[in-house]
């Protein structure tokens, strides 16, 4: 089965930088899209970023795309979401998301788009 373990989660300052990784293991990276969202409590979990199966297309939420970059690794099967000039309004839990060749942006916003989750790794950003 395949399995996604995020890491890089912290307590930071406003301002400051943070570098999330999720790693797929019993599964090649090399055939999923993979996203990252965000869930507070009491609220819906959001698309924060995503990138295409083949890494030739990044996606981003419009409210934090100055301030994202996600990447992918298919020799580590790892996915990477560096976060830029953070805001406490980036707090929350990070949860990294697997999906079979997936391509089209609009569908990779979605939460129901995706198989495989991680358990979510915890970003609290104080100011």
């Known amino acids: 089965q395949v399995q996604l373990v995020e890491s890089g989660g912290g307590l930071v300052q406003a301002g400051d930088s943070l570098s999330l990784s999720c790693t797929v293991s019993?599964?090649?990276?090399?055939?999923?899209?993979m996203g990252w969202f965000r869930q507070v409590p009491g609220k819906e979990r959001e698309f924060v970023a995503a990138?295409?199966?083949?890494?030739?297309?990044?996606y981003y939420a419009d409210s934090m795309k100055d301030r994202l970059t996600i990447s992918k690794d298919n020799a580590k099967n790892t996915v990477y979401l560096q976060m830029n000039t953070l805001r406490e309004s980036d707090t929350g839990v990070y949860y990294c998301?697997?999906?079979?060749?997936?391509?089209?942006?609009?569908?990779?916003?979605?939460?129901?788009?995706?198989?495989?989750w991680g358990q979510g790794t915890q970003v609290t950003v104080s100011s």
């Open positions: 019993n599964g090649a990276i090399s055939m999923f899209a």
């Open positions: 990138i295409s199966w083949r890494a030739d297309y990044t």
């Open positions: 998301a697997a999906d079979y060749y997936g391509t089209v942006g609009n569908y990779l916003r979605r939460v129901d788009e995706y198989d495989h």
